[in-house]
């Protein structure tokens, strides 16, 4: 699977759109950009994933550029529970059946 | 999405014991996966869990150490073996989804070693 690069860390203020970049340069044509978070002390929580087209849920939008080589995740109104670590996984087949390999992540912190 | 159950969700352990983590899903699952996260670390993935089958190791990590179990398709359990202080960790199971909604995660045990 692609290796994947994010800041270590980035600050947003509350109620203000948080825009979370993803390095993937590497990605092959059948690997999907999924995204995660950790709040602390929990599991990790899916948010988002996707092969090429942008895409929007209830918790966060993904846009992925032209060439896949980077993605954003937005966080359309962030909120002081969005404070966590952030990971950007690039998976293969985007059938949930490969490993998730963690990086460091991003650690968002959302402060009033 | 799968509702994980993990025991125990804590647990302070003395140095050469063994503990046994527990991972219980609401639903038949093809794949779990067995993840340690070290202080301050990123999660790394430890095994993967078939059923009928011996678990797939990753690089770094043996059987002897952190043998699994996984005797039907809702269940698994991870024992953590002769531990030490450095196994202190939070050990977490997960579960691919259905189709392609993603991975959900135990909410993890925290393991300290005296």
């Known amino acids: 699977d692609a290796k994947t690069t994010q800041p270590p860390s980035m600050d947003c203020a509350e109620g203000r759109a948080a825009n979370l970049p993803c390095n993937h340069s590497t990605i092959s044509g059948n690997e999907y950009v999924y995204w995660y978070r950790q709040i602390h002390s929990q599991g990790p929580q899916y948010i988002i994933h996707?092969?090429?087209n942008n895409e929007t849920n209830e918790m966060a939008s993904l846009i992925i550029t032209e060439d896949r080589k980077s993605s954003t995740l937005i966080l359309p109104h962030a909120t002081l529970r969005d404070t966590a670590v952030y990971y950007c996984?690039?998976?293969?087949?985007?059938?949930?059946?490969?490993?998730?390999?963690f990086g460091q992540g991003t650690i968002l912190t959302v402060h009033p | 999405s799968a509702v994980i159950s993990q025991k125990p969700s804590r647990d302070i352990c003395q140095r050469g014991t063994s503990l046994t983590i527990q991972c219980q899903v609401d639903?038949?699952?093809?794949?779990m996966f067995w993840y340690r996260q070290q202080p301050g670390q990123s999660l790394t993935l430890i095994a993967t869990?078939?059923?009928?089958?011996?678990?797939?190791?990753e690089s770094g990590f043996v059987i002897d150490k952190f043998p699994i179990s996984r005797p039907n398709l809702t269940f698994s359990t991870l024992t953590v073996s002769n531990m030490s202080p450095e196994d202190s960790s939070i050990y977490l199971c997960?579960?691919?989804?259905?189709?392609?909604?993603?991975?959900?995660f135990g909410s993890g045990t925290r393991l300290t070693v005296v």
């Open positions: 869990a078939n059923q009928g089958s011996e678990a797939t190791y």
């Open positions: 639903s038949q699952v093809t794949m």
């Open positions: 996984i690039v998976l293969a087949g985007g059938t949930s059946y490969g490993k998730l390999t």
């Open positions: 996707g092969l090429k």
């Open positions: 997960s579960v691919a989804g259905q189709g392609a909604v993603g991975y959900t």
